[in-house]
């Protein structure tokens, strides 16, 4: 059972590249979630996925954007990325019930020069 | 949206010795879940404990929804235990927040 995978595990972009996080369950969970943790600092939520087909922004969408493919898999675009964009991404899954846990991927560390 | 704070941000602790590490969050929440983030930056699910008290080993966790904080307790501590623990809160389908986290630092 692999829970949630993402990929890559590490990328160096240079500024102005575009470049998509791949994310995938397989838990059967309806959320899921992409974070981006700067040095030092916690997890702040970039967008989040209630369940298939819906998406919303979180703290901080701005130079993002998602798609939710299907139940399983939820991406992450950078259209243009900038060096402030350089942080360590993880996703996320959890079910919408009670008794139910978040699960988390092990991260993508991105890097832009 | 709902604001989460942990203290203390720091902590550093002889091997042996017990601590306390405190979240508070602002409104009220129907999944609150402890993480530790390790040295190699992996998330840890620690415990699930939208209310009541969890055990697991030398780890237990409190919460008390009504006053919107929880606890954890780390007894007879291990220079394994160090990292950053994180709160983190929620409702069902909707988002999930991170608190700053605490940094543990257990000394040999």
């Known amino acids: 059972n692999a829970g949630v995978t993402q990929t890559p595990k590490f990328q160096v972009l240079k500024t102005g590249q575009s470049m998509t996080l791949q994310c995938a369950q397989d838990?059967?969970?309806?959320?899921m979630y992409w974070y981006r943790q700067d040095p030092g600092m916690g997890l702040r939520l970039i967008y989040y996925?209630?369940?298939?087909?819906?998406?919303d922004k979180g703290e901080v969408p701005n130079g993002y954007n998602v798609s939710r493919l299907n139940k399983r898999e939820f991406s992450l675009r950078l259209e243009s990325a900038a060096p402030s964009q350089t942080s360590v991404y993880f996703c996320?899954?959890?079910?919408?019930?009670?008794?139910?846990?978040?699960?988390f991927g092990q991260g993508t560390r991105l890097t832009v020069v | 949206g709902i604001q989460v704070e942990q203290s203390p941000p720091d902590l550093i602790l002889q091997e042996g010795a017990n601590s306390t590490l405190r979240c508070n969050f602002s409104?009220?929440?129907?999944?609150l879940q402890w993480f530790h983030q390790n040295p190699w930056g992996q998330l840890i699910n620690l415990f699930y404990?939208?209310?009541g008290t969890k055990q697991n080993g030398r780890l237990s966790a409190t919460t008390v929804a009504t006053e919107r904080y929880s606890l954890l307790y780390i007894s007879s501590s291990q220079t394994t235990d160090s990292g950053v623990y994180f709160c983190?809160?929620?409702?069902?389908?909707?988002?999930?927040?991170f608190g700053p986290g605490t940094r543990l630092s257990v000394l040999p």
């Open positions: 996320a899954s959890s079910a919408p019930y009670r008794n139910t846990e978040a699960f």
């Open positions: 983190a809160v929620g409702n069902y389908g909707q988002n999930f927040v």
């Open positions: 404990i939208p209310s």
């Open positions: 996925s209630a369940s298939e087909g819906t998406t």
């Open positions: 409104d009220s929440v129907n999944n």
């Open positions: 838990m059967n969970h309806n959320s």
